[in-house]
């Protein structure tokens, strides 16, 4: 079975409106407003369903990949790092944005672990899609399960990445999540649909 599932058209941002709902915006205009390293902000004219025309203001990014991480021994690969618009360090799961050069979503996966945290994976297993925030942002998160992780690489960090790893059990990360002393919602939602739902693979 590959490392990468199948894309469906479930897994991408639609990039039509659907005139068969009676709900849907129908977009008149679209235009990036705000542009920096990360993602765009785009502006964009809408009419809605009784047809009033409004502008509507949402965040514009590339898809990303989040790595649940086990040691042979089982533990779990996390990182600590500092972010900013919290203004604290963040204890999660390696995430990083999909790029052009990865050749699937399960190379951007293997890719992300080794560039965050020097390590590598025997095997990664896809896990599930979400749109996080799609309210405001077209956001994509594809979580994957990584095994066989060992430091065997350097980490490759960007210039504006402050990065520590560490690693932890699964009942010690359940219970910060629980005690609310992991606040970061990938991880949190990472774990908690592997331990419901596991793996296709499993």
Do not use: K
């Amino acid at each position: 079975m590959s490392d990468d599932a199948p894309s469906t058209d479930d897994d991408a941002p639609p990039t039509d409106d659907d005139p068969a709902d009676p709900l849907a915006w129908e977009t008149l205009d679209s235009a990036v407003a705000y542009s920096c390293p990360g993602f765009d902000v785009r502006n964009e004219a809408v009419r809605l369903p009784d047809g009033t025309e409004t502008e509507f203001d949402y965040l514009d990014e590339s898809p990303s990949v989040v790595v649940l991480p086990f040691t042979p021994d089982g533990d779990v690969v996390v990182i600590e790092e500092w972010r900013q618009a919290v203004r604290r360090v963040n204890r999660s799961l390696p995430v990083g944005g999909m790029e052009p050069e990865d050749e699937d979503r399960a190379a951007a996966a293997r890719r992300e672990l080794r560039e965050e945290t020097g390590h590598e994976a025997d095997r990664v297993e896809f896990l599930t899609s979400v749109e996080p925030a799609n309210g405001i942002a077209n956001a994509l998160l594809h979580f994957f399960v990584a095994r066989g992780c060992t430091p065997t690489a350097e980490q490759e960090l960007d210039h504006n990445e402050s990065i520590r790893v560490d690693t932890t059990t699964v009942e010690e990360l359940r219970e910060h999540i629980a005690e609310r002393e992991t606040r970061d919602g990938r991880t949190t939602l990472g774990l908690l649909y592997y331990e419901a739902f596991g793996t296709a693979e499993e």
